[in-house]
């Protein structure tokens, strides 16, 4: 969970970043480079992307490894083993793939009932709890997470403030005066006080300098670089005296370093409390470690965890102090790394509660705080991620992360981790997760994943369409594995129907994100959903990843919301894709070009667009080392496309005698070759990238809100669609779709179409295309959030008898399919319709008389009131019966107005004596909320779309009197307004249920003969 970033951030020229991306946890700061053998050769082994042959079964019944997880909210270790064997048991048989053990209580205001001396974090408890999850995951095939520490960030129990292991920051005092005047007294003391439990601090330096109003911002006092003066030598006794020169006012600077006294979320989780560890320094990783080996890893847990091939995880690096973050190593770590001192930069570097407090000339202030932000990501890829992922594999682990947070580069971290992670909630648009998708992908990792669902304010109101409306984007920028937020362990001392959820009530009030399980009502229908993702996990785990371009970034930061200018608002919805990458992924193994294409076994780019620095003002910044890397690229056959004022570019840090003369010396050379194209106006990108020869994967004329995603495996193309939002500042409204759209084959026109339905498993050869031997052209029909998966296989993949015969090029007819008996029309009325096929022939086909569409006038409904029982987990129900001429969302029918529960509406419709094999009918259930499934004449028809609430339930109709039956689940809100006031009473009621207008739609089909 991710709420904020600081500001200070910074980018640009590495010596060692990419050292760390290639040889892991390298201790010494330094230009080295090594194999990525040595990264990969400890890594657990990841699941075959493409092992089974694509039958049915691939994609029908998709594994338990790349089925949705979700993240399990413990009291610490106030748990009882039999319970967590039966809620193993709850996910299992809902068909969810496995879960992440967190200690997470917020919504719990007296934490003395959690007794963290008994039941605390990494307790005997817990670790026996721990273990009974793993034996039962064991046996059900689900696979177990867990979390490095309590809730978040990464902390250690018995570790103080004041410990070399704990988190550290860097405060500072400051005393304004003037020309001429004296200073004589006590340093200045820190402008914020310690935190609670820091019983110490040192001071660090203290520094005076020339104020220069010239270089002061709205928020910051500017200071002359060059008066900077260091004035420790001259402290005695924490007491300094120092006349300032009469040429100006003046500012007295101190700087300690403390204890930042952070502990982790919700606590308290431990007795001894824990403190967060230090992130950047290899003192904290090792305690935190060493807490593990000694304290937690008993043998059979260690068993244990080394069968289960699971994942230890970390939150977002939400580390939060009124200071700068610190680390004891900073200042030698950065004269290293840039070959100068670090204190004379301090005054444009510390921090006022995120706040930059003084500034230099804005160039070089810009320079400063890239090399110091740079200094930190290194210090916290190698020491921090780096360290954890290699200790990790020693246990047969894999480490998964949310690496954003801190102005580090996320992007490097991504491509260091196992499994990297977004976020639906800090995530402010769908070019954050394409950041994190480029550093998997230039690393040859396979999963980019997403804690889902957690929505501020909706506990026990979030319905699976909005979580299926936010992923449906996700997964086109990159995400293939859902976490989802999350399932609350079921009880803690004290609290209400229906059981303790980790964030409910936060600050009195409904919390963040769901409690999924049994208490709700929805859960009758999750294997549906969870099917539905397994299978599009199943689709975009398969092979490897594709995208047009590689945007390169200057600053890796995620989570910000930055995009690329052309890409995002305009390339993305005429079918572009492209991920980030920044400067270490250059120096990966694979940064290599082959056929014009970077990366030509990974996401094989055909371009790499150059822009400015959107975090800083959009400066044409380039490290000289990436710049002669693009150099080397575009020699290889590499087209780029650069925009802006890149002729007169500028390093990103401080440069070095002659660095930026010899920078722009290489950008000369790079935007004189025939393969670059340099453009000043934005919207020239495109006309630049179609001069190079670049066209995207997908095709469409218009501007579209579709969204797309393209795996290449073996013997298939897989195209995920999705009618979505797309990632521009200003949101557009999404709207139905309705056009052509083209698809480029990776392996020639030896493939066929076939579309995934992700509802129901089943898979079937298009039957209406256009083919010109590069690439196919279909229809796409998509409403809002909807979303189509294509496959571009070989003939007979996944159980097909259809793959050599010829296939309707146009019709006009309803519709054109393949069924056991080979190609069909299908229509709504009678007449005569033609199609055109593949082969040249022109068919005519008639269609009989159509019955037209009814909708039922009557329903009865039967509802499952859900009400509080006897105790906080057990829920009794109360049975309404109902006649119903209209239908209604319950909350404005008088008896169902407070109710959640289970709905079983019951309607007849009758068909007449003539219904026959080769007439059916679409069942439209217009509005319906939450979840839903369908019957028939008793016999359940396929999953229900959640956002497309259309069943083709042909096969199951029959002459005469048909039963219907749809059964919704409705959430608990509305009950809980009343049954618990105090937290949920101000939420309005809300609508739910069975709305409508439902339609039966019949149709006959005919054979193409």
């Given amino acids: 969970m991710h709420e904020s970033l600081s500001q200070g951030r910074g980018t640009g020229r590495r010596t060692v970043l990419a050292a760390g991306l290639v040889a892991g946890a390298a201790v010494a700061l330094g230009p080295a480079r090594t194999s990525a053998a040595s990264a990969a050769a400890s890594a657990p082994a990841a699941p075959a992307a493409t092992g089974a042959a694509l039958d049915a079964d691939w994609f029908g019944r998709p594994a338990r490894a790349v089925r949705p997880k979700f993240r399990w909210w413990w009291p610490d270790g106030l748990v009882d083993p039999d319970e967590i064997a039966r809620e193993v048991d709850q996910m299992a048989d809902a068909g969810f793939g496995g879960a992440e053990i967190a200690a997470v209580h917020h919504s719990v205001s007296d934490p003395s009932v959690l007794d963290t001396a008994r039941h605390g974090w990494g307790s005997r408890p817990w670790r026996e709890g721990v273990e009974a999850a793993l034996r039962r995951a064991a046996r059900r095939g689900l696979t177990i997470d867990l979390t490095l520490g309590p809730s978040w960030p990464a902390a250690v129990p018995g570790v103080t403030p004041q410990d070399d292991a704990a988190a550290k920051e860097l405060a500072y005092g400051n005393t304004p005066l003037a020309g001429g005047a004296t200073f004589s007294g006590p340093v200045p003391a820190p402008v914020h006080a310690a935190a609670p439990g820091v019983t110490g601090q040192r001071l660090l330096a203290v520094q005076a300098a020339r104020v220069n109003t010239a270089h002061s911002t709205r928020k910051e006092t500017g200071l002359d670089a060059g008066s900077v003066t260091d004035l420790t030598d001259r402290v005695r006794d924490a007491t300094l005296t120092w006349t300032a020169p009469a040429d100006g006012d003046w500012v007295v600077i101190s700087y300690w370093q403390r204890g930042s006294g952070q502990q982790p979320e919700g606590g308290p989780h431990s007795l001894p409390a824990a403190y967060v560890v230090d992130h950047f320094g290899a003192a904290g990783t090792a305690a935190l470690t060493r807490f593990w080996e000694d ?34 190593g ?55 991620i780096g360290a954890l992922r290699d200790w990790s594999h020693g246990l047969g682990m894999a480490l998964r992360s949310q690496p954003y947070g801190l102005q580090t580069d996320s992007i490097a971290s991504a491509a260091l981790l196992d499994i990297a992670e977004g976020e639906s909630l800090g995530f402010k648009n769908l070019d954050d997760h394409r950041c994190l998708a480029g550093g998997r992908d230039m690393a040859g990792h396979r999963v ?26 996700a997964y086109a920028a990159g995400v293939n594995q859902t976490v989802l937020h999350g399932f609350s362990y079921a009880t803690v001392p004290g609290v209400s129907w229906p059981g303790f959820a980790a964030f409910s009530p936060y600050n009195g009030a409904p919390g963040y994100g769901e409690s999924w399980g049994p208490r709700q009502p929805a859960w009758r229908h999750a294997e549906d959903v969870s099917g539905y993702l397994g299978r599009v996990h199943r689709v975009l785990q398969a092979g490897t990843a594709r995208a047009d371009v590689a945007v390169f970034r200057q600053t890796g930061y995620s989570a910000t919301g930055i995009g690329a200018s052309w890409f995002t608002a305009t390339g993305v919805p005429l079918g572009w894709t492209h991920q980030f990458l920044s400067g270490p992924l250059l120096d990966l193994p694979g940064a290599t070009v082959r056929d014009g294409r970077l990366a030509p076994d990974g996401p094989a780019y055909k371009a790499l667009f150059l822009e400015g620095d959107f975090f800083h003002g959009s400066a044409p910044t380039l490290a000289l080392a990436d710049a002669r890397k693009l150099l080397a690229l575009a020699r290889a056959g590499l087209p780029i496309v650069v925009y802006g004022a890149f002729d007169a570019a500028l390093t990103p840090g401080v440069p070095a005698a002659g660095e930026t ?52 495996t073996a013997d298939a193309d897989f195209y995920y669609l999705c009618n979505g939002k797309h990632a521009e500042t200003v949101k557009p409204a999404v709207a139905r779709i309705d056009h052509e759209v083209t698809l480029r084959r990776s392996h020639g026109g030896t493939t066929v ?112 009131d859900w009400r509080p029982g006897d105790r906080a987990t057990s829920t009794r129900t109360v049975t309404h019966t109902l006649t119903l001429d209209a239908l209604l969302p319950w909350s404005r029918i008088a008896e169902l107005a407070d109710a959640g529960g289970i709905g079983r509406y019951r309607t007849t419709v009758t068909l007449p004596a003539t219904w026959s094999a080769d007439l059916g009918a679409t069942l439209d259930l217009g509005q319906v909320s939450d979840t839903c499934r369908v019957s028939v004449n008793g016999v359940r028809a396929d999953p229900v779309d959640r956002l497309r609430p259309v069943l083709d339930i042909g096969p199951l109709l029959r002459r005469g009197t048909n039963t219907v039956e749809v059964e919704v689940a409705v959430p608990l809100i509305n009950r809980l307004r009343v049954t618990d006031p105090a937290v949920f009473g101000t939420t309005a009621r809300q609508a739910h249920g069975l709305v409508g207008p439902v339609r039966l739609v019949p149709y006959r089909q005919a054979p193409v003969k």
């Fill in 330 to 384: 900073l200042p030698r770590a950065f004269e290293e790394h840039t070959g100068r001192p670090l204190l004379p930069y301090l005054p444009a570097i510390v921090l006022d509660n995120g706040n930059q407090v003084f500034a230099f000339e804005a160039e070089l202030t810009r320079q400063v705080r890239h090399d110091f932000w740079e200094t930190v990501s290194i210090l916290f890829n190698r020491h921090h």
């Fill in 448 to 473: 980019l994943s997403c804690e889902a669902g957690a929505y501020n304010g909706t506990a026990y109101s979030t319905t699976w369409d909005r979580i299926l409306r936010t992923m449906g984007g």
């Fill in 661 to 712: 003369a010899r920078l722009r010396g290489v950008l000369e050379d790079l935007l004189a070759l025939p393969g670059v194209r340099h453009v000043t106006d934005k919207a020239r990108v495109g006309d630049a990238l179609a001069e190079l020869g670049v066209t995207p994967d997908v095709l469409h004329g218009t501007s579209s809100t579709l969204l797309n995603a393209h795996r290449v």
């Fill in 295 to 328: 304290h937690l890893l008993t043998p059979g847990l260690r068993q244990l965890l080394q069968a289960a091939g699971g994942a230890f995880f970390e939150d977002s690096i939400e580390l939060e102090t009124d200071g700068l973050q610190w680390t004891p």
């Fill in 753 to 864: 179409p076939y579309v995934l339905d992700a509802w129901s498993g089943r898979a079937a050869r298009l039957a209406r295309y256009t083919d010109d031997g590069d690439s196919v052209t279909l229809r796409v029909t998509l409403e809002p959030g909807e979303t189509l998966i294509v496959a571009l296989a070989r003939p007979g993949s996944f159980g097909d008898r259809n793959g050599a015969r010829p296939h309707a090029v146009a019709t006009d007819a309803g519709q054109a399919l393949f069924t056991d008996a080979g190609l069909v029309v299908r229509a709504e009325a009678a007449g005569t319709y033609t199609t055109r096929l593949s082969r040249g022939r022109t068919v005519v086909t008639e269609i009989g008389e159509v019955p037209g569409p009814l909708t039922p006038e009557r329903w009865t409904l039967e509802v499952e």
